[in-house]
């Protein structure tokens, strides 16, 4: 084997002892009282909904993977156009990513009820038991991604030992066990947020607007279609999300540093691990973190935040201290600046969740002046929403463009020369700030998962009638899990934006390695001047200029503008089919109002089961277009446009995608937290004009904030992984 160093092992022990945590923190939670009767009816209606989807979309996605990996197989063995490995690392991508989906919903839940249990005996227990049950979905995450990056890395070292540009290919190869993470995680996210959405909808037109009874009354026949959707959407959805961030940032940086330190053989090793060390001490810190949050009986939603932000802002301070140390230990060339690179991607990480918590937290002005809207009904509601929501996105735009050039300039010596070795040098400080911004993923994504599992408790305590004590507990933990989730949306989309722009770079040497294989298979590119071009010795520049990427050539800039329109599209599919599902919903809560005698004096049962029927198979059939058409796009655009034309494809789609999620995600939170507000008893509070106002605002944001918007974290990605997977077709056309 290559010379590996003694300290990569760190990355295989941090990964199981993530898991290992994982499974104590499910174990203690498993061990705590689901409630009562009722309660643990509730819990095992949401549970059978929640699984029965899984089950039948992981059916779904299956045939997709079973099709997709025999493509891969005919160009790798038949067209020779691709590694042979990239077929088995594509399966293994998407099903390590399913996996984390499916043990995080799984503990969800199991949570929600006992969380809800848990609120009868104090804030502090129902705190502890939902946020490190969330734990549990960000330690399966970093240790399934951790395990699986590992794991490629010591099977390809073996078997390229010794070859030239061994460890190039092998960076470039891992790269694309990404676009199976990306696939499956797109399959979850947007067939999670259609399925959610369909119930959510449904249940707020109906049941809070028309006929005027409590969210999550159990007397709304939609009302465990809602809770089981919180759970496939926003658990086994964000996972699959997140899981392809934090593998794609990793391998991204690891093959941009192969080609960054390539002359240097003792350095490139060490850069190709470094980002790997730093996500694994991140896991560690991660865990010292889940340890520090609680909270007291009483406490105020500032006391809440502030007990999230004291586990998540002590996990980030130590990594960073702790990049300086692993950077300097490695030895890396310029380690200070790249440990600043590091800091970049964090700062830009927590002022994004700042930002996002501003502009969606009924605490702030914005989301204040929303619900004071209200009071002149909800097409001020609406305007007043969608312009928080367009202005919402300057800080995070600005913030990520800093962060870019900061890391850039920090990792280079802040030379701005474009020679080759600085652009090189700068491309691997922008990955490595990715890294450091999802280094301590453990934690901010149990942050996220805590959201849905306090709202599932929320429920569960309304369903079962607790009382008005136990209820303003749970609306408590209810209402910081609305600003959680938004938060971590921002903060999902933030380092989505900074990987997709190290997979671009990661694009360019994908499209090398392909060029070098064709010309050991006897094809010869030329020049402009008809002089023959050599791969293997050109630099990124030199790449450039041979593909003529500038903004004169018209290829770029038709590629641009089919990536800006890719993103607007498929959130206008994904809406549409949202609206689809939604009004089936409708319609069969208005039929069992009307139908079942005694629904809504509480004297019968609802048919929750026709339910979670709906919202089952629209989502599994209203998500197969847009997931077709991400995976099409990049393919028919490198086929058509060639190399120019993809670059172009994905610069268009990652700065109109980027800046459109958030304008979705933050509206939509906005608009969720001004009707909470709303019910707090302000403006009139429960079944006011203000109210009915707020919810129809509330109802418009949801596929904004839980569909859409947060899918396009995964299109941008995912176009890249496709792009890299494909690249060597686009160079089969040239």
Not at 11 to 24: C, E, G, N, T
Request: hydrophobic share 50%; glycine share 12%.
């Amino acid at each position: 084997m290559t010379n590996i160093p003694t300290v990569f092992w760190l990355v295989p022990v941090a990964s199981i002892v993530a898991l290992l945590m994982a499974w104590y923190f499910f174990c203690s939670m498993m061990k705590c009282d689901e409630g009562t009767p009722r309660m643990r009816e509730i819990a095992r209606y949401v549970r059978e909904g929640a699984m029965a989807y899984l089950k039948q979309q992981y059916k779904v996605v299956c045939y997709v993977f079973i099709a997709l990996a025999i493509i891969f197989a005919f160009m790798a063995y038949v067209l020779k156009v691709q590694n042979p490995w990239v077929p088995v690392a594509f399966l293994t991508g998407g099903f390590f990513s399913g996996l984390a989906g499916f043990f995080g919903m799984k503990t969800a839940t199991y949570a929600s009820g006992r969380t809800a249990n848990a609120a009868r005996q104090g804030l502090d227990k129902g705190l502890s038991i939902a946020f490190r049950s969330g734990a549990v979905m960000g330690l399966v995450v970093v240790g399934l991604g951790l395990l699986d990056i590992a794991m490629w890395f010591l099977i390809l070292n073996y078997f390229y030992e010794g070859e030239p540009m061994g460890l190039v290919t092998i960076t470039t190869t891992m790269l694309t066990f990404g676009m199976g993470a990306s696939t499956q995680a797109l399959f979850a996210r947007v067939g999670g947020g259609i399925y959610t959405k369909a119930a959510d909808v449904g249940a707020d037109i109906v049941g809070k607007v028309e006929a005027d009874i409590p969210e999550d009354d159990p007397r709304n026949p939609a009302t465990i279609a809602d809770n089981v959707g919180d759970n496939v959407g926003d658990v086994a959805g964000m996972g699959a999300d997140l899981y392809e961030s934090y593998c794609g940032s990793i391998l991204s940086t690891a093959a941009l540093g192969a080609t960054a330190f390539a002359m240097t053989p003792d350095v490139q090793i060490k850069a190709i691990i470094a980002p790997m060390i730093i996500a694994a001490v991140g896991i560690f810190l991660s865990i010292i973190g889940i340890f520090l949050v609680h909270t007291k009986e009483g406490a105020t939603m500032k006391n809440l935040l502030n007990s999230l932000a004291l586990g998540t802002n002590t996990a980030a301070l130590l990594i960073a201290i702790a990049s300086f140390v692993i950077l300097y230990l490695l030895g890396i060339s310029n380690w200070i600046g790249l440990s600043f690179s590091v800091i970049s991607g964090l700062v830009a990480g927590v002022i994004i969740g700042q930002a996002t918590e501003y502009y969606t937290s009924h605490s702030y002005r914005p989301t204040k002046k929303i619900a004071e809207a209200g009071q002149t009904g909800s097409a001020t509601v609406i305007i007043k929403g969608i312009g928080t929501g367009m202005i919402s996105t300057c800080i995070p735009v600005l913030t990520i463009g800093i962060a870019i050039m900061l890391s850039y300039l920090c990792a280079n010596g802040f030379d701005m020369s474009l020679s080759a070795e600085s652009i090189s040098h700068g491309l691997y400080g922008i990955g490595i700030a990715a890294v450091g911004m999802l280094s301590t993923l453990g934690i901010t994504l149990a942050t996220d998962a805590y959201g849905p599992i306090a709202d599932n408790a929320g429920g569960n305590a309304e369903m079962s009638e607790l009382g008005e004590d136990i209820r303003h507990r749970t609306d408590a933990l209810d209402a910081l899990g609305n600003t959680t989730a938004a938060t971590g949306k921002g903060f999902a989309i933030g380092s989505a934006a900074l990987t997709a722009l190290a997979l671009l770079a990661s694009y360019v040497e994908e499209v090398k390695m392909a060029m070098i294989h064709a010309v050991q298979g006897g094809q010869q590119f030329f020049d402009s001047a008809g002089k023959i071009f050599d791969p293997s010795s050109a630099t990124m520049p030199d790449f450039m200029n041979f593909f003529q990427v500038t903004l004169m050539n018209p290829t770029v800039l038709v590629g641009a503008f089919i990536g800006a329109m890719a993103a607007f599209l498929f959130c206008g599919l994904t809406m549409e089919a949202v609206g689809r599902a939604a009004q089936k919903m409708v319609v069969e809560v208005r039929r069992q109002f009307k139908t079942i005698a005694g629904i809504l004096e509480g004297k019968a049962t609802p048919d929750y089961g026709r339910c979670v029927e709906i919202s089952t198979k629209a989502a599994q059939h209203e998500m197969i277009l847009p997931a077709f058409l991400a995976i099409v796009i990049p393919i028919v655009v490198g086929c058509v446009l060639g190399v120019a034309g993809v670059l172009g494809l994905l610069v268009g789609g990652l700065s109109a995608g980027f800046t459109l999620a958030v304008f979705m995600a933050n509206a939509g939170g906005a608009w969720d937290n001004a009707k909470k507000m709303v019910e707090e008893g302000n403006f009139g509070g429960k079944g006011s004009f203000a109210h009915k106002a707020t919810i129809v605002g509330d109802t418009v944001g949801d596929p904004f904030k839980d569909t859409s918007g947060p899918s396009l974290n995964i299109l941008i990605k995912l176009m890249s992984m496709v792009s890299i997977v494909m690249a060597g077709l686009t160079v089969a056309f040239l």
